[in-house]
């Protein structure tokens, strides 16, 4: 019997690494129109303040990291690429990093608790009912009151709003699974959390779920 074969393994990304930097901060149409600001989008959404400790989920090349090292944050990290976290601690040497996988769960280190938990580009990975299990799993690793999370990534308001985006793209695009707020939204209130959808690009947004 054969092992079904991981759509997303962490080789897929190791090569990456090295042209990360230099392609996706410029692309103008999908997947990445609107990177830069979503990034931001996530750092306004966030918050934080000095001192916070922060964890970002799927660093890559430490991006989004960066910024809140910037505002002065303790700062965690993740990924399931090495090439990807070396980057990452080539940027925030005192950053401490992780190879994790994000479907597993988190090691007794990232125990936190974490003021924020941040992620970018990353959960498009996951089907819904996995992006909706990994955020409820990461509300224990939250500080209590006033955690959150917020989360960048690929997203659409709706199918019709895919649609469009797709039949524009042509060739560019590749099926993966991206966020639907009307579908993901709800699913999150219902697991038990506060949410809410800002989109950023045609096929960019970001998610901020609160306890
Ligand atoms: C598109 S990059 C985003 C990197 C960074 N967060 C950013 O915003 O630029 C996706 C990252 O998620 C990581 N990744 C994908 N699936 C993962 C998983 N299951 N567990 C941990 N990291 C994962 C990849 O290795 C890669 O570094």
Same mark, same amino acid.
């Given at each position: 019997m054969s092992t079904p074969q991981d &759509?997303? &393994? $962490?080789e897929d990304f190791d090569d990456w690494a090295e042209s990360y930097d230099q392609t996706v901060p410029t692309t103008? %149409? =999908? *997947? =990445? $129109? %609107?990177y830069t600001a979503a990034l931001e989008t996530v750092v306004a959404r966030a918050e934080a303040r000095p001192g916070m400790r922060l964890l970002d989920l799927g660093? %890559?090349?430490g991006n989004l990291a960066l910024r809140f090292a910037a505002l002065g944050c303790e700062i965690w990290g993740t990924d399931f690429s090495l090439p990807m976290l070396q980057k990452a601690r080539e940027k925030l040497p005192a950053a401490r990093f992780f190879l994790h996988d994000l479907r597993d769960n988190l090691p007794p280190e990232l125990a936190g608790p974490f003021d924020r938990i941040v992620s970018g580009? #990353? =959960? /498009? /990975?996951? #089907?819904l009912d996995e992006k909706v299990r990994i955020v409820t799993s990461l509300v224990p690793r939250l @500080? @209590? *009151?006033g955690g959150r999370i917020v989360i960048a990534d690929i @997203? =659409?308001?709706n199918q019709s709003a895919l649609d469009k985006v797709k039949s524009a793209a042509g060739d560019e695009w590749e099926d993966e699974y991206y966020w639907l707020a009307d579908e993901a939204v709800p699913a999150i209130q219902e697991a038990g959390l506060r949410v809410d959808y800002s989109p950023v690009s045609a096929c960019a947004g970001v998610f901020t779920l609160q306890v």
């Open positions: &759509p997303f &393994p $962490a103008t %149409g =999908f *997947p =990445f $129109a %609107g660093t %890559g090349t580009y #990353v =959960f /498009h /990975h996951f #089907v @500080s @209590s *009151p @997203s =659409f308001p």
